[in-house]
């Protein structure tokens, strides 16, 4: 049998947007992580900003709380009290036209009747109540006060009623009155436990066009209901005493008959009873000049009790907050379908940073960037050098670039874990004798052969990098880092033989990893121990004494501090005799192993100047003076400088 198909909508944002980039929103997590954030807080900024074209959940809020605000401002509370009064003052106006025109006495009793009404409108109406109109145009006005004070009463607690009821018969006023009574009675039952769903699909079967929501049972026909009541209530309690006064009198002239509002009384009671919960006590001041209707005016309240509640959502500021709690269908009829698919696309970026593993949790359940996410910054921080080496050389960025020695000629079956270029004619020769006469050729893992090279030189490199506060507070926290990472990123991949140590020095030295150094923060720590850090280092390049030696330093000060036999930090500043004198030692214990060094001089001090060149003067070294922006190509390119010498 066929299966049919059913279709509707499509409710899942643009279809033809970009997919989400993970690339780039964790180059930006990254970032924030560098400057000190943790990964979870750097996660959250992300999606408070946004990201690209795309609205982070901080201009959706604000966005909110503008159409919150002009709500507010550009609306009052007496559009019906002024709808009122016009066609009052318009029906005596008419009435007065026609008893001028008349001779006999009654009219003239109906004159004086006409100018003694009252100056509150409500009691003016009521005074005309049993009036005897004889022009018919004035009938007609008065009868319409009455009309639309039932459809305005109706429409505070049924969206869309004013419109609907426009024009009522009276057969459809006794539709209304028999829904009221139904629903009630309906009600009634359910507050003692009593009523069951045939009572509901009765109700709905009879009653269910004045309800557009189509609710699915008593309980979400109760919470429609109450929102819309509630919002009326607050309605009320923002209007003046006077107001209330008008309204409550005028009320009693719905439709000609006071039981609309009996039943409406009945009805509030059921809802406050049910769901005592909704903001019922709660009020707004409306401060515009576009009168509203009640009907109007309670769906204006509905809107801004939504936008409450989405800039709360939005701001993700309480406890356990998640975007799964921001509700799209609100803020998509909020906000438009754009604000919905934005928050929808932060929700799915959410979720696939996390999904693909670039999150994982420590020991003591902090949030911290996985070994993929740090695999990923590396690669980030590697294109920019690159980018900026080749255009700065004129040389090309290549993938293998130095990435092996030279061929032999010679060949051999792939191992895993080789990295060198297949042999492609070998490769294919092995599948078609392996298989003679199969078209096409297919190929198995044990038929590739790789291209065999020349052994290359491995190196020991050692990267001292400068954690001092003096980084920290002249802006050179991120791109020593970022350094740091791309030349990680570069070893790790393109020169796995090499081995590569990073050493963080302040007031002490230690050897940290790449994780650990994106991580750290900054702290307020006087000394520059590079006494220490090249003790370190001699350390790194003697477990490898038959690899080449390369140290790189990157620095913005004097060394300041030195380590004493007995293990603790000395700082003195200016530097002391003795200080200098230790860091020159383990330079000229790393010159002996004969160790390239290069010191990274960053900013334009004078004292730092003029000792860095001693020092590497001393050792046969090179000084570097890069700006911030050409920090990473500096020292990835001395790295690869280093290997070919």
């Known amino acids: 049998m066929s299966r049919g198909a059913r279709y509707g909508p499509y409710d899942g944002g643009d279809p033809l947007a970009a997919p989400v980039d993970l690339r780039d929103a964790l180059a930006a997590i990254g970032d924030d992580v560098l400057a000190g954030s943790s990964p979870r807080r750097a996660l959250r900024e992300l999606l408070r900003r946004g990201h690209g074209n795309m609205r982070g959940l901080d201009r959706l809020a604000a966005q909110a709380n503008r159409r919150k605000r002009d709500l507010l401002n550009r609306t009052n509370l007496d559009g019906t009290l002024r709808d009122v009064r016009e066609l009052l003052d318009r029906a005596v106006l008419a009435e007065r036209k026609e008893l001028a025109r008349a001779l006999d006495d009654e009219a003239r009793f109906a004159e004086m009747r006409i100018e003694e009404l009252p100056s509150s409108t409500a009691q003016a109406v009521q005074e005309l109540a049993d009036y005897d109109w004889r022009s018919p145009d004035a009938r007609q006005d008065y009868e319409k006060i009455r009309d639309l004070l039932g459809r305005e009463i109706l429409d505070q607690r049924f969206a869309g009623m004013k419109q609907a009821l426009e024009g009522a018969t009276d057969e459809d006023r006794r539709r209304v009155g028999e829904m009221l009574q139904d629903l009630n009675d309906l009600l009634d039952k359910h507050s003692r436990g009593e009523d069951t769903p045939e009572d509901f699909e009765q109700f709905m079967a009879e009653h269910g066009d004045f309800f557009p929501e189509n609710p699915r049972n008593v309980d ?6 109450a929102q819309r009541a509630a919002a009326a209530q607050r309605l009320r309690n923002s209007m003046s005493q006077e107001q209330r006064d008008e309204l409550d009198a005028l009320a009693q002239q719905a439709f000609g008959t006071p039981s609309l509002m009996e039943q409406l009384n009945r009805l509030d009671g059921h809802l406050q009873a ?13 401060r515009g000049d576009q009168g509203m209707g009640l009907g109007e005016a309670t769906g204006a309240l509905q809107d801004i009790a939504e ?12 406890a356990g ?4 709690d921001i509700d799209l269908d609100t803020l998509a009829r909020q906000l438009g379908d754009e604000a919905a698919a934005d928050a929808r696309t932060l929700a799915e970026l959410e979720k696939e940073l996390q999904r693909q593993g670039f999150f994982d949790r420590g020991a003591d359940g902090q949030w911290r960037l996985s070994p993929k996410a740090m695999r990923q910054l590396g690669q980030t921080a590697l294109r920019d050098v690159m980018n900026r080496l080749s255009s700065r050389g004129g040389q090309r960025e290549t993938r293998r670039a130095g990435a092996m020695g030279e061929p032999t000629g010679a060949s051999r079956p792939w191992e895993f874990g080789d990295t060198e270029s297949w042999d492609v004619v070998r490769t294919l020769t092995n599948a078609t004798l392996r298989d003679p006469g199969r078209v096409p050729v297919r190929m198995a893992v044990t038929d590739v052969e790789v291209v065999e090279t020349e052994q290359r030189a491995q190196a020991a490199v050692a990267l001292l990098v400068d954690t001092s506060f003096s980084m920290v507070m002249d802006g050179r926290w991120v791109p020593m880092k970022r350094t740091a990472l791309a030349l990680n990123h570069l070893v790790s ?11 963080a020095f302040g007031r002490h030295a230690r050897v940290v990893t790449p994780a650990e150094l994106a991580g750290l923060d900054g702290v307020y720590e006087q000394g520059t121990n590079l ?9 790194h390049l003697r477990r490898h004494s038959n690899a080449q030696p390369v140290v790189l330093v990157v620095t913005d000060g004097e060394p ?4 004493e036999p007995e293990g603790y930090a000395m700082f003195d500043y200016p530097p002391s005799p003795r200080t200098l004198g230790l860091t020159v030692r383990e330079l000229d214990h790393l010159a002996r192993l004969g160790a390239q060094i290069t010191i990274f001089r960053l900013g334009d001090d004078p004292g730092l100047a003029r000792i860095v060149d001693r020092m590497a003067r001393r050792v046969g070294g090179r000084v570097v003076a890069p700006d911030l922006d050409g920090l990473g190509a500096a020292v990835v390119g001395d790295y690869v400088r280093s290997r070919r010498r």
């Open 321 to 324: 907050a998640a975007l799964d």
């Open 531 to 539: 006494h220490h850090a090249l003790m370190l280092a001699g350390r």
């Open 560 to 563: 300041t501090a030195h380590i």
């Open 274 to 286: 049910a769901r005592p919960g909704e903001d019922w006590s709660g009020s707004e001041r409306f």
């Open 307 to 318: 936008l409450d509640a989405l800039a709360e959502q939005l701001s993700q500021q309480y």
């Open 220 to 225: 979400e026909l109760l919470d429609s209901l």
């Open 493 to 503: 991949t393109r020169f796995r033989g090499d081995a590569l140590q990073l050493v």
